[in-house]
């Protein structure tokens, strides 16, 4: 009897083993196969070189490159993609399962077909010129192939959620070529719990999936920036700034999910999304900067080659593009868009500060505020830091004004966000007392 007992643990160990290996390969795969589809779909869009699929020639680059009514034409189909394929998706692919919903809830598993045409419009509206991200894609395909080998190798209820967890980390860190932020965001992000059973597992799976993408990915950095110098004025200003740009990404935080409680789902998300995209294209005929999920104005930022003016022109106008395209039922991410506004609203802080204390690049200003802005929009601070580290590899000591400026960040949003939950409370309990009086 102990000998059987031994035996069925250690079979399960492997097993449980073996679902992990195989989620960081499925998430390395999904990551490569949805990056090459958005690639292909973006050099066929905006016409420039197939040969070029996996190279550094930038989509902006070949945005610029197209005539301004092809931007139009290419936003009108995107718009007419997006109406039609999520109008459809909502009405025929049920039940549409979050990640979280799928690690929280009761069942850690998410629908095959419904998943992946949700992960796949994702990816087809982003090349054509959507400002959303494309990570959320990645991440669903991944842990839904997760939560499928979960189940069939019979792991328990709990096991397949750090599973499915760890195939969501795993997409990101493909895609991205991100594995430290990967395994960070499985355990800050969906389990909020620190453990052999969380962390091995996240880093195991993120990892293997980071290095099957890079087969052809390949290993370069997602940002190409200088190495700036941490300075004494950028140390001050990272803690002057850390909270004006957490002020700023709450209230960009609450426009977006103000945005997506509206949008509809049903018919009236073709007119919405046709009037959205063609309006984005025919900004687009001035700006091309502004298609796409905001990685072209967030490199030309942490160059420091934007001026202050172009600067405050497309935050303003990414800020409200990406509020109209969530507002008219349009889905996707909000990691890049979210540091692409980061990156711009440090540029305009910085040119304030540079008139008081010059000498330091406005890149290294993007940079920070590129971190502090994405760790209080998406809420996982140190999964914000491991990623801008990881996406622009800047010098070592870089690390600290970028702790003081998310630090000063995430500090205001939190307290922000607890006047706001006490200034609703007598509300509630004036509604609740309403109701219970028969009002």
Request: glycine share 10%; charged share 10%; with cysteine.
């Amino acid at each position: 009897m102990h000998h059987q007992s031994e035996s069925r643990g250690l079979g399960h160990a492997l097993r449980w083993t073996l679902v992990a290996v195989l989620t960081g390969v499925a998430g390395g795969l999904a990551g490569l196969g949805l990056a090459a589809l958005l690639h292909v779909i973006q050099h066929v869009a905006y016409g420039y070189s197939l040969d070029t699929l996996f190279s550094q020639e930038s989509f902006q680059a070949g945005v610029m490159a197209a005539t301004p009514s092809r931007r139009v034409a290419i936003l009108t189909l995107c718009g007419l993609i997006a109406g039609c394929g999520w109008w459809a998706i909502y009405r025929w692919c049920k039940p549409l399962v979050s990640i979280s919903r799928a690690v929280r809830g009761d069942s850690p598993s998410l629908p095959g077909v419904a998943t992946t045409c949700h992960a796949l419009l994702q990816i087809v509206t982003v090349a054509l010129g959507s400002p959303l991200g494309r990570e959320v894609a990645p991440r669903e395909i991944g842990a839904m192939l997760a939560g499928k080998l979960s189940s069939y190798a019979a792991l328990t209820v709990d096991e397949s959620k750090v599973m499915v967890a760890c195939g969501a980390g795993a997409g990101l860190a493909a895609v991205y070529n991100v594995p430290v932020a990967g395994a960070i965001y499985v355990v800050e992000g969906l389990l909020f719990s620190i453990g052999w059973r969380t962390v091995l597992p996240a880093i195991v799976t993120a990892v293997i999936a980071a290095l099957v993408a890079r087969i052809g990915l390949g290993t370069l950095p997602q940002y190409d920036v200088p190495h700036y110098a941490c300075t004494p004025s950028l140390i001050v200003w990272s803690m002057l700034a850390g909270p004006l740009i957490g002020l700023a990404a709450s209230q960009f935080t609450r426009l977006t999910d103000h945005a997506r409680s509206r949008a509809p789902h049903d018919s009236r998300m073709l007119p919405y999304c046709l009037a959205n995209f063609l309006f984005i294209g025919l900004l687009a005929t001035l700006l091309p900067m502004l298609l796409g999920n905001g990685k072209g104005p967030a490199q030309v930022g942490f160059d420091g080659a934007v001026s202050v003016q172009l600067a405050a022109i497309l935050l303003l106008l990414r800020i409200l593009i990406t509020w109209t395209s969530l507002r008219s039922g349009a889905a996707g991410g909000l990691l890049t868009p979210g540091l692409c506004n980061g990156a711009l609203l440090a540029i305009l802080l910085g040119g304030v500060w540079s008139v008081l204390w010059p000498g330091t690049p406005a890149g290294a200003f993007a940079v920070i505020g590129a971190a502090a802005f994405l760790a209080t929009s998406m809420r996982v601070p140190f999964t914000a830091v491991a990623l801008i580290f990881e996406f622009t590899r800047p010098s070592p000591e870089f690390i600290f004004p970028v702790l003081l400026a998310v630090a000063g960040s995430v500090a205001t949003s939190g307290y922000l966000r607890q006047i706001l939950d006490r200034a609703r409370r007598p509300q509630d309990d004036s509604r609740t007392a309403a109701k219970q009086a028969g009002l």
